[in-house]
């Protein structure tokens, strides 16, 4: 029951997207419907996507969607086509093929539906045994299918390579002293009230009321990092891995460049030492199955890494959950930084 | 059939077809990415409804429980989630770029710029 | 009789914070302007998360849950003040003034400015 009603919040969302034309609250809504979609997983069971969801979803997309709207410098939509009629044509006629699609599918938690009759049963009742990891979703994740998680894994790496050569040479932030820059000398005049435009709420000084974000954001960082370390540490026994690890640890990096400018933020984390980890988790992982091969075994075959096939499963699990959440956080946090670093009064 | 049955696969494609909706009908790309991101989340929801079994916890295997949701879905979700954000990532600053080079992010006006260039 | 009484007492917050949650839902609705309205969302995040999370607590079959949860109140405590402040001081800035009733209502001030 509780499923149906949060559906009905995601399609009431959905519609709403329709109507508005404001794209600051387009991109709040976007962000309600992923959170929405995360609580419907916790409720069917699937915690690790709902986390990632929350994370991702809510979190970093909100976050770039805002940051490209300061970019573009458009607010409104110019006009709102809310009918159609072609596009209407088009969906409802998709929509009822894909209804009479459903038809011959079994009913919704059906135990003896056939997706739960092949494969899966073999994961419930081996994996413990196989990987002595418990959490079932990342010993499939890193374990059996390892090298679909290593082609997303360069997936992500390759986007974020391309936000790199999209955005990142030639409308660089100006550099400058962090210090300066980020206006947060006590003596320094805080900036005219009226300056519009700023990508980064951080960096128009003002030190007296940003006190309290300041405050409250130093305080939630050193959570933040340790929940992130925590989550990749323990995504063997609960929900959590790299990826959620990943997005957790450049979500408290993006709280700190909100709360005191890029320019600070890229002090602690320079675009070199960034560039490098993007590709040092990419790596690291494929490195594991490489020493595999070396020790005799198959491409990401873990059971060769040690003695004992099960502590070599779980080292080599570990290994790579370790590149995939050092890859993922330094892609998101690559891409907010090219993002936010962006100069919008360059633009025109 | 009782209730959920396929009721549950229904609204997900009304919510597929919403997205695709606002991918074809509206002019404005950050609204049209976003809309792309609403029926990737949709088709999300439907693996997922897929991997509920009936009466099972999540798949963390513990002593006292005998069923468990399907892992599989789960497994290919959780990363197609942060690969989805990273290529929309990439949209959106393909978006800037195209800011950058007409001055605007509605599909009518650039096509006539473009018409006006060639 | 203990857990009767702790069953009781739980659901008694929880109905207690859904109520809550109703009432600054409607008030987010129906108050004037952005400040109004962000009283009503004090509300949800603070009274109803709250009681719901007490609640829970009381529900709770071990300790590690019931601290995980105390957890999560202690950090909604943390940050929503924090962002209502954002909050606030970002609609200052954006020059949206507050909504000052029916007498001299300031032009920009008056409750039809956007949110």
Known sequence: MINISLLMIMVATALGLVWLRNLLAVVMFSGIFSLTAASLWVVLGAVDVAFTEASVGAGIATVLGLASLALTRTEHEKRTRVFHLPALIVVLVTGAALIYGTLDMPGWGDPDAPIHTHVAPRYIEDSLAETGVPNIVTSVLASYRGFDTLGETTVIFTAGVGVLVLLGRGRRYPVANPRVAAGGGPGRAPAAPGSEGAAVPGDSGEMRFKAILRVGGKLLIPPILLFAFYTQAHGELGPGGGFQAGVIFASAFILYALLFGVPMARAVAPASVLRGTLALGVLIYAGVGIAGVLLGGNYLDYSVLAHDPVHGQELGIILIELGVGITVASAMMTVFFVFAGQDPQQVD | ?118 | MVAVLLDGLSWLCLVAGVLAALIGGIGLLRLPDVFSRMHAAGLIDTLAAGLIIVGLVLQSPSWTVAVKLILIIVFILFTSPTATHALARAALHGRVLPWLGDRSSPSEGAPSSKA
Do not use: C, H
């Open chain 2, 1 to 118: 059939m009782d209730f959920p049955g396929l009721f549950n696969y229904w609204i997900v494609i009304a919510l597929m077809m919403i997205g695709f909706y606002i991918v074809i009908s509206q002019g404005n790309l950050v609204k049209k990415i976003f809309g792309l991101n609403i029926f990737q989340v949709s088709v999300f929801v439907f693996y997922i409804s897929m991997g509920k079994v009936e009466g099972g916890t999540a798949p963390i295997l513990a002593p006292g429980f005998a069923t468990y949701t399907n892992p599989i879905p789960s497994v290919l979700i959780l990363t197609a989630i942060v690969v989805g954000v990273a290529t929309m990532a990439v949209g959106l600053a393909l978006v800037v770029r195209i800011r950058d080079a007409f001055g605007s992010i509605e599909d009518d006006e650039i096509a006539k710029l473009e018409g006006d260039v060639t």
